[in-house]
Every structure is written in structure tokens, then in C-alpha cells.
């Protein structure tokens, strides 16, 4: 099924090298066997792999668009990354933490067990924390963050991690939309040798308006420099909150189905959507695919970049690493503080074994030069990954020969916050590599590539969907049916990924990347609605469209296309300031690259932004047809001013 033998005809097919087949967790087609013989019965197997207080009566209840995987279950997310490893983990090394200023951390099983049942325990004694309840995330990465999202699974409460470059608006708006009763944040976090004021932002989020949120437990990671003031009452210290906790906490048995996190992301409105996991699919397939994809073994080194505050961090740095009983890696700061051979370093120091990052990442490293790898030794890594766009056939190529060594097989995982975990992906000793493909679907999971009109595309390109329900499956928007429903499953029968891709002959994927209003920057994913209404906040704005333009590291770039009100000046100044004014009222990461001012947008007759027509201008593509527009003279100014 695999299809080597016509992948051999073709031009740059990689195959792993014998010493890694040899000594793979997987090396033959057996899952993929067992997976079409009898998917429930396959995905039952793996749910086995967890330790549950009850078992299931039913392996999946599929009512479309609603699943229910392993009805009747029982279990905790955190006992399974955690005590079930006491009796032969105890004291191999959990998590070892490494902060900006060079700082290292570690944290055996048992002590991870101890921090995360004296925090659960806070949580429900002092803090009246009952299982259902919502709490807020936003925090650094550092060690707490980890062990706050697994203090939240222990007792039951629903965990929303906040990524800690989102802004004041972007958090107050995702603490009341989930209705959080507390949130846990720290005096503040380096990024780039900077303080990034956490608590500060914690502070204007909340005189916004967060009338659900009762209490504020903040960690000391700065300290004094942070300057950061208590309100009585209200917020407290983190480490003396906990001091007294005892560190044994029995876990809250939860369904298979309870919820487990929310986790906000960008769609094509302007408010993004919380995305709700469950308890019992998604520990089943984040332990499966965590072993199976990266190969996992009991002396490996793991080393995932992402940040906890996205679905990357949740899934394949916290529970899917620590349900399988690894050694994580946990960095707090970026990859060129104090300087570009940071990463490489933290390999050589640490051993890593593993390496899973993004694209964005790679282009950069790839442009740094090869120097400041040179100067390392990092030839304990076995195996890399990527994820969160595509990557171009040449940035695969490099980081397999100069971060690999030619000697590491690449996995290209495809997968979204809405699938929990990897859909996509070969299994690195099983599938031949092809530069910029992600291969084939993992065993369990079925996809396919349709037409507009739902028909197959059996090679050549189209509209990405999973066909069949998978464990770890969005169950719902939180608060939001409508939209779960209207996004996902209106389009097709099947699920919408709202991602173009193509299948060749092998049943190889390429996903080319959105193709909906959704932009993805650096990996992340922004919509362009959410921009739009940002700019027109601005004071001068009459009105404004974004679209993405293509960027040589980002992979894309956001473009506003802005109206301004007669009585403003359209020069550099009032650019840097609507720039300026994004990137504070949403976060960094939405910070537009470029701003063209325009007296007029390309629109139809009767007033719709024709955007297909900004976005060939931004893509540097033929305009095409302009005949349905009011002002098709605008096409050509907008050009020139581009
Ligand atoms: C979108 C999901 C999944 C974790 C990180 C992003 C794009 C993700 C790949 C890949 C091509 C990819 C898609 C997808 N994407 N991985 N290997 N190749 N594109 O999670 O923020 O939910 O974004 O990222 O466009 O829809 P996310």
C-alpha cells in the first residue's frame, strides 16, 4: 500500500537508513493491517494503552457531525501521564526545563507528580475549583505551565491555555468567552532577552471586563524587575498558595467524554473559536501518535519547540511525550538569544534525540548559515519533525542533510487544533520520504482529497477532508453549535479541513495550506476578518482589507489594503502606527508587514471586496478578470502602490 515501488522511479525518494529501521518501534505494515482489517477494534487497541477506571461500553457513537469515541469510559489525563509511570519511572527525568537566561531545570516523574497534586489541591481547597469549571492559562513557558495544565486535568477542570503573546483584548476576550473562574499567569517571561509584562497585560485584560474571573495566581519568574503588585484578595503567589498543599491528590475519574481543554483558534470571522477536546480520544490518539510517528523510546531525548500555548505544545509536548513516560524538553525563549547557535547548543548539551519544529523555524536557521551549527555536536539526533505549514522541498532537503545529518528521517505532519493530533504523517521507518509531502494518513485515520463538489480526486489536487470520525476529533465550538456546525461539516458529509492539497499516484499528501480567510503566519494561524476589524478600530480608518502575501521565512505575511478618513495623512508615520496598533490590540504575531493605502478597494457592483484580487496583487499573480468590477481602474493603482 505503500507504493514503493513506483516512489522508486521517481526522483528524490529518501528512505530511512538501516540502523533506523532496525531499531524502529514500527517497522512493518502491521498497523496499517490492523487499522483497515477493523478501525474501531484498531483504535480500541490503542485506547488499551491507557489506563482507565472504567471501561467502555461502545467504541465510537458517530451521530454527524457529533462522535463519541469510548462511551461509558472512565479515566484522568493526568494519572495517565503521571502515576502511571511511579511504579517504573520514578526518577527518570520528566521535563528538563531550560530558561532564556540559560537556567536548567529538572523534574523527575515523581516530582512532577508532587508539583502537579499540590497545585490540584490548591485549585479545589483554597480556590473552590469543582470539576467543569474554566481556567485561564497565560504564562510563559515554564515549568508551571505544564504542570497548571495538568493540575487542571487532575481535578477536571476545563483548561484554556492563552498563548503569552496574545494582547490585553485578545485574553480578556478568551477569559469571558469561556468563563473562566481563575486564571494562572506570572509576573512575566523573557523573550529575546526582554520581559514580556504578563501581569501587567493580566491587569488591562481585566479592566476590560472579566466579571467571571474570581481569583489570579501568578508566578514569581522575574521577580523584583517585573514590578509587579497583588491585589489583595484577588491575586496571589503562586509558590505560596501551594506551599502548604498537600502533595497527593486523588483524580477526578472523568468520562471519556468530558472535556478536557478549550483552545482558541483563528477562523474566518472576526472572534476566534474555542476548540473543545475531550478526555478519552484525544490521550488515546496523542499516547499513539506520539510513539508512532517520532519513533518514542524510553532513552530518548524529545524535544518539541512549540510554544504550550498552541495545539502543537498540548498534544506533543505535554500529554502525548508525557503519557508515553519520555523525557521532554521544555525552552522558554527563542532560537537566537543570546545568539544564533542557541538551539544547537541546547542539543549538545542536552542530547536531544528528537527534534520536531516548524518550517517558519527552518527557513530562519537555513538563512543563519550552517556555521553556527558547525560548532556543535548534534549527532544525538535520531529523528525530526515538522509541522504548521508547508515546507518547501529545499528547506526539507537542508534540514534533513545539515540539521540530519542524512542520517535522520524527516516526518511532515499534517494536523490542526480542531484534530487534536497528527492526521497526516508517515511512519518514519515504514514510508519512503518525499521532500515537501506528508505522506500518507496515520493508521486509523482516513482521508481524502475532493472536489468542490465532493466527487474523489484520486491523483491531482483539491480540497483536503478526513472521512471517518478519529478519536481525537474537535467535539464542538465552544459555546458555539452554529459555527461548529457551519465550518466544518456544511461543505461536505465529511470533514472540512478548509486546507487545498494534492494526492499522487502513492496516496502521498502535499497540503499547500489554507484556502479559506484564514491566514497562516510563521504557523500560526490568523484570520484576516479578525485584522480587518482591528484596522477599522484605528481612529483614521474608513476601511481596510488583509490578505497574505508570500514571505521567504513566514511563509506568509499580512497585508492591509486601508481607506483612510479624509482628514488623515497616508504617510509612513500613520503606517507604523496602524502596525503598531494591531499588534497591540491582537498580539505580535497579527502585526501587518505591509500597509498600501488606497482611495478605494477593488469591489463589485454592489459593494463586496473582490479579495481574490487583492490577493493575486499581493502574490505578485495575473489579475484576471476585472469586467465585474465598480472601479476597475483601482486594479492598477493598487499595483503600482504594492
Ligand atoms: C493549519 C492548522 C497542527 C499544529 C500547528 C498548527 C497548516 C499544519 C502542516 C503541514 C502543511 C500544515 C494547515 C492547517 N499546517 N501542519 N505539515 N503541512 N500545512 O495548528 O494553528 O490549528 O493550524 O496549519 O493549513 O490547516 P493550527
Redo the contacts with the bound molecule.
Keep these: 500500500m505503500t507504493g514503493i515501488d513506483t516512489l522508486l522511479h521517481e526522483e528524490r525518494v529518501i528512505q530511512a537508513t538501516e540502523t533506523f529501521k532496525d531499531n524502529a518501534n514500527y517497522s512493518d505494515e502491521s498497523l496499517y493491517i490492523e487499522a483497515k482489517t477493523d478501525r474501531l477494534g484498531f483504535w480500541a487497541n490503542r485506547a488499551k494503552d491507557l489506563q482507565w477506571v472504567k471501561n467502555w461500553d461502545q467504541v465510537l457513537d458517530w451521530q454527524r457531525p457529533n462522535a463519541k469515541w469510548f462511551v461509558g469510559g472512565q479515566l484522568n489525563a493526568s494519572t495517565n501521564c503521571l502515576d502511571v509511570h511511579l511504579e517504573t519511572r520514578k526518577n527518570k527525568t520528566a521535563i528538563i526545563w531550560e530558561g532564556e537566561l540559560g537556567e536548567v531545570k529538572t523534574y523527575t516523574y515523581e516530582d512532577l507528580h508532587h508539583q502537579v497534586c499540590k497545585l490540584a489541591n490548591t485549585l479545589k481547597t483554597q480556590f473552590n475549583i469543582q470539576k467543569g469549571d474554566r481556567i485561564t492559562l497565560y504564562m510563559p513557558m515554564i515549568p508551571e505551565l505544564a504542570i497548571s495544565v495538568l493540575a487542571c486535568a487532575r481535578i477536571g477542570a476545563i483548561h484554556s491555555v492563552v498563548f503569552g503573546g496574545f494582547s490585553a483584548d485578545s485574553l480578556q476576550n478568551r477569559i469571558q468567552d469561556s468563563e473562566s473562574k481563575l486564571l494562572i499567569t506570572a509576573d512575566g517571561g523573557y523573550r529575546r532577552g526582554k520581559i514580556v509584562p504578563l501581569k501587567q497585560i493580566v491587569d488591562e485584560a481585566i479592566a476590560v471586563g472579566c466579571p467571571t474571573l474570581k481569583s489570579v495566581i501568578v508566578v514569581s519568574h522575574i521577580g523584583e524587575e517585573s514590578n509587579t503588585t497583588l491585589l489583595k484578595g484577588r491575586d496571589f503567589d503562586y509558590h505560596t498558595v501551594i506551599k502548604e498543599s498537600s502533595d497527593s491528590c486523588a483524580p477526578e475519574p472523568m468520562d471519556s467524554e468530558d472535556p478536557l481543554f478549550i483552545l482558541y483558534?483563528s477562523g474566518t470571522t472576526g472572534k476566534p473559536k474555542g476548540i473543545v477536546h475531550t478526555t478519552g480520544g484525544y490521550l488515546t490518539h496523542a499516547k499513539y501518535s506520539t510513539k508512532a510517528v517520532f519513533d518514542l523510546k524510553e532513552d530518548d531525548i524529545y524535544w518539541c519547540t512549540a510554544d504550550i500555548g498552541?495545539?502543537?505544545g498540548h498534544t506533543y509536548l505535554v500529554y502525548g511525550p508525557l503519557a508515553n513516560g519520555a523525557t521532554v524538553l521544555m525552552y522558554e525563549g527563542t532560537p537566537d538569544y543570546p545568539d544564533k547557535n542557541r538551539f544547537w547548543d541546547i542539543i549538545e548539551r542536552h542530547k536531544v534525540s528528537i527534534f520536531y519544529t516548524a518550517p517558519t523555524a527552518i527557513r530562519a536557521f537555513m538563512k543563519w548559515g550552517d556555521d553556527h551549527i558547525n560548532q556543535h555536536d548534534i549527532s544525538s539526533l535520531r529523528l525530526l519533525g515538522?509541522?504548521?505549514?508547508?515546507?518547501n522541498p529545499e528547506a526539507w532537503m537542508w534540514y534533513y542533510e545539515v540539521i540530519g545529518g542524512s542520517r535522520c528521517p524527516v516526518v511532515?505532519?499534517?494536523?490542526?487544533?480542531?484534530t487534536g493530533g497528527i492526521m497526516l504523517s508517515n511512519l518514519p521507518a515504514i514510508n519512503p520520504m518525499k521532500p515537501g509531502s506528508?505522506g500518507l494518513p496515520l493508521p486509523g485515520i482516513e482521508a481524502k482529497v475532493l472536489n468542490p463538489d465532493g466527487s474523489d480526486v484520486t491523483v491531482g489536487g483539491g480540497l483536503l477532508s478526513i472521512t471517518e470520525p478519529w478519536p481525537s476529533m474537535l467535539r464542538g465550538v465552544w459555546g458555539d453549535p452554529g459555527r461548529f456546525n457551519s465550518t466544518y461539516w456544511k461543505k461536505f458529509d465529511t470533514y472540512y479541513?478548509?486546507?487545498g492539497a494534492t494526492i499522487d499516484p502513492d496516496g502521498y499528501y502535499m497540503?499547500l495550506?489554507?484556502v479559506d480567510d484564514v491566514l497562516?503566519v510563521a504557523?500560526?494561524?490568523i484570520g484576516t476578518m479578525e485584522v480587518e476589524s482591528t484596522l477599522v478600530e484605528f481612529p483614521g480608518v474608513a476601511e481596510a482589507a488583509v490578505v497574505g502575501m508570500p514571505d521567504e521565512i513566514k511563509g506568509q505575511a499580512i497585508v492591509g489594503f486601508v481607506i483612510l478618513k479624509e482628514s488623515f495623512e497616508p504617510n509612513d508615520q500613520t503606517k507604523a502606527e496602524l502596525c503598531e496598533f494591531v499588534a497591540k490590540k491582537i498580539g505580535a504575531i497579527a502585526r501587518p508587514k505591509k500597509i498600501v493605502f488606497t482611495p478605494d478597494l477593488p469591489k463589485t457592483r454592489s459593494g463586496k471586496i473582490m479579495r481574490r484580487i487583492l490577493k493575486n496583487i499581493a502574490e505578485g499573480k495575473e489579475i484576471g478578470d476585472t469586467t465585474t468590477l465598480a472601479s476597475p481602474e483601482i486594479v492598477t493603482l493598487l499595483q503600482e502602490r504594492f
Design positions: 483558534t498552541w495545539i502543537t515538522t509541522v504548521g505549514e508547508p515546507i511532515d505532519t499534517w494536523w490542526q487544533t480542531e506528508a479541513a478548509g486546507d497540503v495550506g489554507r497562516n504557523g500560526h494561524r
